[in-house]
Each structure stands twice: as C-alpha cells, then as structure tokens.
C-alpha cells in the first residue's frame, strides 16, 4: 500500500493568533482594514519577509501591528523569518490513517485559498437567489452549503416529496444555473 504523505509547515503564529484573536477569521481583518490578503497571507505562510534590507520593519509589518495594537517585533519574531516554507515531510503507513477522523486533522489552507473560497461561495450564495427560493434551497441542502449534504431521501422526507421529485427540481435548477446570464454573474463575481 502507498504511504500517506502528511506535510508539516512552518507559519507566523504569532500573527496569526493575534488576527484570531479580534476577528472570526483572517479575510475579515483584510476587509475591516482594507488589506489586501495575499499581504498577510505572504507574512503568515513566511514567503515575505517584514524586514527592510535596513533591518527595519516594512511599513506594511508596522501598518500590521498598529491595527492589531502590539509591537512589530511582537508579531514578527526575527527568528521566526529566514526558516524553510516546509519544515517536515513524515510518510505514514494508509492502515495507521484510520486512527485520524477528519475532525481530528484540519485541513491547512493558506490565507489566499481561504479567501477564494470565500469569494466563490458569497458568488454561489448571490447566483442561488436568482433561483425558485424551492430549488435555492434543495441545492444548498444536496450539496450541503450550510452543513453537511444531504442524501436524496433526507431532502425528500424533509419537503413531503419523493426522491424522484427531488432529483428533478434539482437537475431543473442546476440546468437553470447553467444559462449564459448566470454564468456572466458568475463570471463577473470572479473577476470583480
């Protein structure tokens, strides 16, 4: 059997437990200071250093830290900057992953995915009210836009109809999301 690969990295928490500390997440913090998130996501995953070649803070490294009410070197330890991206890389055996359930092994994501895949879905939630407020809600509940997904006989037994019935309002409406108005909303969601 093939090992599963499990990579460990190295990120700037301490700036990042301070932006958590405030705001729900990251992308919020961006948006309530108008900051751009690669900008903290290049600070958090280590890819930019805060320091001048002066050896002084970046003005954006000490924008960072005045928002966040702390001092610079607070957030952005000089040791910290200089490591490797990856620290290390451990190849576990497929059988020993059994032990892990999803909710034990969060997914590590960087700043910019998390912010796409924020924008996607507020672009997914405004094209759905285009929709019959019926199939909007048949979609989120199939495809599990607020919690987990539900199967076809749940989404029936949960609108009195029969899985058949579900299976149509729901090729409907993704046939619906398909139509070239939608696909420009979407489109200049995307590029917006």
């Known amino acids: 059997m093939n090992p599963v690969r499990i990579e460990i990295r190295i990120r700037n928490n301490y700036l990042f437990q301070a932006i958590m500390r405030d705001y729900p997440n990251v992308n919020q913090f961006c948006?309530?200071?108008?900051?751009?998130?690669?900008?903290i996501g290049t600070y958090i995953n280590l890819k930019t250093s805060p320091f001048l070649q002066s050896g002084e803070y970046s003005k954006?490294?000490?924008?960072?830290?005045?928002?966040?009410h702390m001092l610079p070197e607070d957030l952005f330890p000089r040791k910290l900057y200089g490591l490797k991206e990856t620290n290390a890389v451990f190849e576990l055996p497929l059988e020993s992953m059994d032990l892990l359930t999803n909710d034990e092994m969060p997914l590590l994501e960087s700043v910019e995915d998390q912010y796409i895949r924020e924008c996607e879905r507020q672009g997914v939630r405004k094209i759905l009210t285009t929709l019959?407020?019926?199939?909007?809600?048949?979609?989120?509940?199939r495809y599990g836009f607020d919690d987990k997904p539900l199967s076809l006989e749940d989404c029936a037994l949960q609108f009195n109809v029969t899985k058949a019935r579900i299976q149509q309002i729901e090729a409907k409406a993704l046939k619906r999301l398909r139509s070239p108005k939608r696909l420009k909303i979407l489109e200049?969601?995307?590029h917006g």
């Not at 948006?31 to 900008?39: E, N, R, T």
């Not at 954006?60 to 966040?68: N, V």
């Not at 019959?132 to 509940?141: C, F, T, V, Y």
């Open 60 to 68: 954006s490294a000490e924008r960072i830290a005045r928002l966040l």
């Open 31 to 39: 948006i309530a200071f108008g900051i751009h998130p690669s900008v």
């Open 132 to 141: 019959d407020p019926r199939e909007a809600e048949i979609l989120k509940l």
């Open 188 to 190: 200049e969601i995307h």
